[in-house]
Structures are given as structure tokens and as C-alpha cells.
């Protein structure tokens, strides 16, 4: 078990421009969940896949966002077109749902985006 | 949605103090999570504790899900265990995680 990892863990950008984060959820967990955090608030959540199949997606995540999981394993999220107000840390959590239960979730270590 | 709050919002000890940190949830849930999160971001499990009572060490969590509310105690608080500490709950039929704005807690030597 070599806990959830994500890359990069920073990413600087210039307005406009597009970008892409990437997480690899502990192997054999079937869900992976996306949620943000800005300064001083807690984690919101953004969207989650179980296998490959997105199955939610919040409000929060407007057009300019999009997630995939093509094979059930990692995923990736990209914004387009980037703003200011999409600074914040990028977390990415995964657990492994079992028939009528909810699992606990794991977090990784987070992608600080920084749009200047 | 649900309704997460958290109390108290800072919290300032000596080391070696008792502390207890509270949880108040609007609705239902099947999962209730404590987390600490550390001075580069990364989230760390405490307690994974929809009900019931768990301990782990100098930290126990204590979940009365029919009165809506979760307690976490840290006993003999030590400098390492500053930081923020959240709850995250997930409502009735829902998998995805809704969090509180945490507690600040401030450990001195």
C-alpha cells in the first residue's frame, strides 16, 4: 500500500493557459473522489469516478474543468482557459467501496495550482 | 447539503494539556472522518468513526450519530500535533465527503 499519489505537486501558470494533474489512487481501490481546497476554508468536493465511470459531478466544477479515468486506475484533472480564482490545492482521495458500505478515504499529498 | 461545524475555530494549549475538539452535523451520515492536516497540506486519517468510540494512543473519537455530533480528545498534547484538525462527513446515501472549516490548533512548548 503506497498511499495515493499526485503530480505535480506544484504548478504555476499564467492566466488563460490550460493545465493537467494527475493522481494514482491505492491499487484496488475502485473509487476516486476530486475535491479542492482554497486558504483557510476545508476541502470541497469536485467530482468521483467509480472504476471508470464519473458518477458525480459538483457544481462547483464549471465547463473549463474535466476528469477522466480511462481504465479504472488513475485519473487526470484538467483546466482549461485557467483564472486566478482556480489557485487553490488539488486533492485527491480514493477508497475502495464494498457492497452497501462506504469506505473510508484516503488523501494524497495534494497539487498547489498558483494562476498568475 | 449537509451542514458541517466545527468548534472551536483556534485553539492555543501548553504542551502536556487536555484538549477536546467538536463536530455538529445537520443531517444523517455514513461516514465521519477526522483528519489532520500538516504544515504541507497532506491529510492525515485520524479516525475513520461514523459511530461508536475508537482510540489510537494519546487520541480518541467518540461519534453519537443520533444526536448528530462527533468529539475528538487529544490527551497530552505534544508540539507535533499542532496544525488543523477536520471533520468530514458523508451524508445518508451519499459517498462523497463534506468538510468543516476546521480547528486551528496551536500547541506551545
Known amino acids: 500500500d503506497t498511499g495515493v499519489s499526485q503530480n505535480p505537486r506544484h504548478k504555476i501558470t499564467k492566466r488563460g493557459q490550460n493545465v493537467t494533474f494527475r493522481c494514482d489512487p491505492i491499487?484496488?481501490?475502485?473509487?476516486l473522489y476530486w475535491y479542492r481546497q482554497t486558504l483557510g476554508q476545508g476541502p470541497e468536493f469536485l467530482t468521483y469516478?467509480?472504476?471508470?465511470?464519473?458518477?458525480?459531478k459538483s457544481r462547483l466544477l464549471s465547463d473549463r474543468f474535466s476528469a477522466e479515468r480511462p481504465k479504472g486506475s488513475f485519473s487526470t484533472l484538467e483546466i482549461q482557459r485557467t483564472e486566478q480564482g482556480d489557485s487553490a490545492m488539488y486533492l485527491c482521495?480514493?477508497?475502495?467501496?464494498?457492497?452497501?458500505?462506504?469506505?473510508?478515504?484516503?488523501f494524497g499529498p495534494g497539487t498547489r495550482l498558483t494562476v498568475l | 447539503g449537509i451542514q458541517v461545524e466545527q468548534s472551536p475555530p483556534d485553539l492555543i494549549l501548553q504542551e502536556g494539556a487536555n484538549s477536546t475538539l467538536r463536530c455538529n452535523f445537520s443531517?444523517?451520515?455514513?461516514?465521519l472522518q477526522w483528519f489532520h492536516q500538516n504544515p504541507w497540506g497532506q491529510l492525515i486519517n485520524l479516525f475513520y468513526i461514523p459511530s461508536g468510540t475508537k482510540q489510537n494512543g494519546r487520541l480518541s473519537a467518540t461519534t453519537v450519530a443520533t444526536e448528530r455530533y462527533s468529539l475528538l480528545y487529544i490527551s497530552s498534547s505534544q508540539t507535533t500535533d499542532s496544525g488543523v484538525y477536520f471533520c468530514a462527513v458523508a451524508e445518508s446515501g451519499y459517498s462523497t465527503l463534506t468538510f468543516g472549516k476546521g480547528t486551528m490548533l496551536l500547541v506551545s512548548p
Open positions: 469516478f467509480q472504476n471508470e465511470a464519473q458518477l458525480e
Open positions: 491499487s484496488e481501490h475502485n473509487r
Open positions: 443531517d444523517s451520515v455514513n461516514n
Open positions: 482521495a480514493s477508497s475502495r467501496r464494498t457492497s452497501g458500505s462506504y469506505n473510508e478515504q484516503f
